[in-house]
């Protein structure tokens, strides 16, 4: 079998960053980038603030319901592994 010719980065030291994502302390830090960037959006009365605002939602609403995202790539990149011929969920 040939070696790969990409690093899977998200593997290596993705599952590091997802542990700590999914403790409290890292939803926190979520929680507090997502609002950081809510505000900083605001204070831009622009179409530069809205779009910084809408970003700001992503981490602060996956730090509340403590969604791991890279878990969620980690697990769709596995899914298209998968063979044509089974079904993904294991479900008929």
């Not at 997502?34 to 900083?40: E, H, I, M, R």
């Not at 878990?71 to 969920?89: K, Y």
């Amino acid at each position: 079998m040939a070696a790969p010719l990409h690093i899977d980065l998200i593997g290596v030291s993705g599952m590091w960053c997802a542990q700590f994502l999914r403790s409290m302390p890292g939803r926190i830090v979520l929680v507090l980038v997502g609002l950081s960037l809510v505000v900083w959006g605001s204070r831009h009365p622009s179409l530069t603030g809205l779009v910084l605002m809408m970003a700001g939602m992503v981490p602060t609403v996956t730090g509340i319901a403590g969604i791991c995202l890279l878990d969620e790539v980690r697990r769709s990149r596995r899914a298209g592994n998968l063979s044509a011929g089974q079904p993904r969920e294991g479900r008929a």
